[in-house]
């Protein structure tokens, strides 16, 4: 626990220090299924508290002195489940804005899964069958790059979606998007838009792009990246005359 922020960690007996608990307020971004981006009140309270080991082990480990850190969502809309996060921490927390600090690190948890999915099952990272140590490390910082990339499309055009494609793709990767998939079922994006070829991209992916279907996830924009890279190199190929030379 030195140094971290956790929400699952259950301590065995717990001992509440005097005072109360301060309270403070903290406005978040969500996003639904739709894509849309809404903004929640989360209520924020905090506490110091004194954990002691397990008895019959109090002898061999010591006391903690933790922080408990609770975030309930306020005023929640019908039809959708509150916001509620319970966290344990041993980093410092004297105020609001260290609170705050704590929140927006495990709020970022998700877009840490979502990186490690990429890894595993996008990059298959944990088959590699390679027969010394170094060979696997220079692998998997290549395999880091390339699973960031992912990320980090799918995260830009959600949050700018209106940006020019040419931020996150190169010409010749919009300029093959365009001969492989057709402008029509693009989830009714702007033409021209970032947003406009993740959604080629992704249905090259096997993104259905239907109406009611989420926006597009990591797994389809890594396989469709997957798919564009092979035919990249094809292309290049070509236009390089290498075939049959």
Request: aromatic share 6%; net charge positive.
């Amino acid at each position: 626990m030195r140094g971290s922020v956790g929400g699952r960690w259950r301590p065995h007996h717990r001992k509440r220090n005097g005072g109360d608990a301060r309270r403070g307020l903290h406005h978040v971004e969500l996003r639904n299924d739709d894509g849309e981006v809404t903004k929640v009140a989360l209520e924020i309270r905090f506490k110091r508290i004194t954990v002691q080991p397990p008895i019959g082990k109090q002898k061999r480990y010591p006391s903690l002195e933790l922080t408990m850190i609770h975030a309930t969502e306020r005023n929640t809309p019908k039809g959708r489940k509150p916001i509620e996060w319970k966290l344990i921490t041993d980093l410092p927390v004297r105020g609001r804005a260290e609170a705050i600090e704590k929140i927006n690190w495990y709020a970022m948890r998700w877009k840490i899964e979502m990186f490690h999915k990429i890894l595993k099952s996008g990059c298959k990272a944990e088959e590699s069958k390679l027969s010394t140590a170094e060979r696997p490390a220079n692998l998997m910082a290549i395999f880091c790059i390339l699973s960031w990339r992912v990320l980090w499309l799918t995260m830009l055009a959600r949050a700018e979606p209106q940006a020019s494609p040419s931020i996150a793709l190169t010409d010749c990767e919009i300029t093959l998007l365009d001969k492989l998939v057709s402008n029509a079922g693009n989830r009714k994006c702007k033409a021209g838009t970032l947003s406009f070829y993740l959604v080629k991209l992704a249905r090259l992916g096997g993104y259905l792009a239907r109406t009611a279907d989420p926006p597009p996830g990591s797994i389809v924009v890594w396989r469709g990246l997957s798919r564009l890279t092979d035919i990249e190199i094809g292309a290049e190929l070509g236009a390089s005359q290498f075939v049959g030379n």
